[in-house]
């Protein structure tokens, strides 16, 4: 790593091969340079603030930005401590580069906007539960749909707040219930039809899938999505009323058609007898 040693008025006492590499400058060159040519942020005010309060206090490690002689500016770590030498206070310095690492957090971060922007926006409730039940993660989605907050979707198994009953009014233990037992007996669960309920404690038909996530072979979450399918419930059964009631019109209209053609042999039973007349 860079080493640097910096007086008070911001010249350099001394750099070290790393930190003339990481600049781009000579040793000559670097003797007349000072500390706002490679720190954009530390200009005068800024670094004679920081250089006084190292020598008094502990300078927590922070971060900061560093310009190349060819104007390349990159991420740096700075550790900094107040020293003395020869009686003159001076600052000593250890900067490390972190452009690789910042890289990988921006690209962390990147694709974390790209998950929450798929979860914040999906139509279902998506869950996140860990080895002992309780939720980790909750979307937009299941906020809406079940009524609860973050926090108190975490304060107990998740099994307890939307599944702890079954559809006939019967309480449904936790360890019979196949999303928890996903997890442990490593099997997915696919379009579960079931009955959850919000907080409220109203209750509403769901569709659901659960599929567990091992780390190192160790099983440690499970995520579990979940649909509301009440309009769908709605609309087969809306539709099996019109195919019932489409089913009553035809037999009716089938009796009437048998009606008609009994009435009309009969008319060609009179007619024929007649015209044989």
């Given at each position: 790593?860079?080493?640097?040693?910096?007086?008070?008025?911001?010249?350099?006492?001394?750099?070290?091969?790393?930190?003339?590499e990481?600049?781009?400058?000579t040793?000559?060159?670097?003797?007349?340079?000072?500390?706002p040519?490679?720190?954009?942020i530390?200009?005068?005010?800024?670094?004679k603030?920081?250089?006084?309060?190292?020598?008094?206090?502990?300078?927590?490690?922070?971060?900061?930005?560093?310009?190349?002689?060819?104007?390349?500016?990159?991420?740096?770590?700075?550790?900094?401590?107040?020293?003395?030498?020869?009686?003159?206070?001076?600052?000593?310095?250890?900067?490390?580069?972190?452009?690789?690492?910042?890289?990988?957090?921006?690209?962390?971060?990147?694709?974390?906007?790209?998950?929450?922007?798929?979860?914040?926006?999906?139509?279902?409730?998506?869950?996140?539960?860990?080895?002992?039940?309780?939720?980790?993660?909750?979307?937009?989605?299941?906020?809406?749909?079940?009524?609860?907050?973050?926090?108190?979707?975490?304060?107990?198994?998740?099994?307890?707040?939307?599944?702890?009953h079954?559809?006939?009014?019967?309480h449904?233990?936790?360890?019979?219930?196949?999303?928890?037992?996903?997890?442990?007996?490593?099997?997915?669960?696919?379009?579960?039809?079931?009955?959850?309920?919000r907080?409220?404690g109203?209750?509403?038909?769901?569709?659901?899938?659960a599929?567990?996530?091992?780390?190192?072979?160790?099983?440690?979450?499970?995520?579990?999505?979940?649909?509301?399918?009440?309009?769908?419930?709605?609309?087969?059964?809306?539709?099996?009323?019109?195919?019932?009631?489409?089913?009553?019109?035809?037999?009716?209209r089938?009796?009437?058609?048998h009606?008609?053609?009994?009435?009309?042999?009969?008319?060609?039973?009179?007619?024929?007898?007649?015209?044989?007349?």
């Open positions: 790593d860079p080493f640097i040693l910096m007086r008070e008025d911001g010249t350099f006492a001394y750099l070290n091969k790393k930190a003339l990481a600049w781009g400058y040793e000559d060159e670097a003797k007349i340079i000072r500390v040519d490679v720190d954009p530390y200009n005068d005010p800024a670094f603030e920081l250089f006084y309060k190292a020598q008094t206090e502990t300078i927590p490690q922070f971060e900061t930005l560093h310009k190349r002689r060819d104007g390349h500016v990159f991420h740096v770590e700075l550790k900094v401590n107040g020293i003395s030498l020869d009686g003159q206070p001076h600052l000593f310095a250890i900067a490390r580069d972190i452009s690789e690492r910042k890289k990988q957090e921006e690209a962390f971060e990147a694709q974390n906007i790209l998950i929450r922007t798929i979860t914040n926006n999906a139509t279902s409730a998506l869950f996140m539960m860990n080895a002992k039940g309780y939720c980790t993660f909750m979307n937009t989605a299941g906020e809406k749909m079940f009524g609860y907050t973050q926090e108190e979707i975490k304060s107990k198994p998740l099994h307890y707040l939307i599944h702890h079954r559809p006939d009014g019967s449904y233990p936790m360890e019979e219930c196949p999303l928890d037992r996903a997890l442990p007996e490593n099997f997915d669960v696919r379009a579960h039809r079931d009955l959850f309920f907080k409220d109203s209750s509403f038909p769901i569709t659901c899938a599929s567990p996530i091992f780390e190192g072979g160790v099983p440690v979450a499970t995520v579990i999505e979940v649909r509301d399918i009440s309009l769908e419930l709605e609309a087969e059964q809306a539709l099996r009323r019109s195919a019932s009631e489409l089913e009553e019109l035809v037999g009716e089938t009796k009437d058609l009606l008609v053609n009994e009435q009309l042999q009969q008319f060609t039973y009179a007619a024929s007898h007649v015209l044989q007349e």
